[in-house]
């Protein structure tokens, strides 16, 4: 990381003030795709595992042992969602949060979770299916990778508007 003397304006070639403020755009959906990868999980735990019981994580096992796997889960979601949280108060405080990136990251981390248990947890590894005892798994399955990939969608473009924003605000600066 540069020492504030070494910071330079882009394009211009003069320090920049040291308190400017310096959105990171990168670190910012990092840190809140950690955000949406925890409050998803917590979601599945909570309404599929816990609410509606329609499985537990580890489905191959005893009662007991699926209870256990939901513990983990639940124990790592919330161990991502508070070091995502200390990382983004970092980012606060120190005035880098670039709000519409993470946005971004916040929705890329929810859709990226949906779909990797949909597609990996039960499609390729077959650990749990969403719901037992149905007929056709197929509408829950096609509802589950949907709504995953529709939140994945609205990540990237959140980012990629922030993205064309920041560079369009640059080149504005530059003239």
Do not use: C
């Amino acid at each position: 990381m540069d020492a504030p003397s070494d910071r330079t304006n882009p394009g211009h070639g003069q320090p920049a003030p040291a308190s400017a403020p310096r959105p990171q755009r990168g670190r910012s959906v990092l840190v809140a795709f950690g955000i949406g990868v925890g409050i998803m999980a917590a979601i599945d735990e909570i309404v599929f595992h816990q609410i509606l019981g329609w499985h537990h994580f580890y489905d191959r096992s005893t009662p007991q042992i699926g209870l256990l796997s939901d513990g983990l889960l639940h124990t790592a979601e919330i161990v991502v969602i508070v070091a995502a949280l200390f990382a983004l108060g970092d980012l606060r405080r120190r005035r880098a949060l670039a709000p519409m990136s993470a946005w971004g990251g916040f929705f890329l981390g929810l859709g990226a979770f949906q779909l990797f248990d949909g597609i990996v947890d039960h499609k390729l590894l077959r650990v749990h299916q969403i719901r037992y005892g149905v007929d056709d798994l197929l509408a829950y399955d096609l509802a589950w990778n949907t709504a995953g990939a529709v939140l994945l969608l609205i990540g990237a473009a959140l980012v990629w508007r922030a993205r064309a924003d920041s560079t369009r605000s640059s080149a504005s600066h530059n003239r």
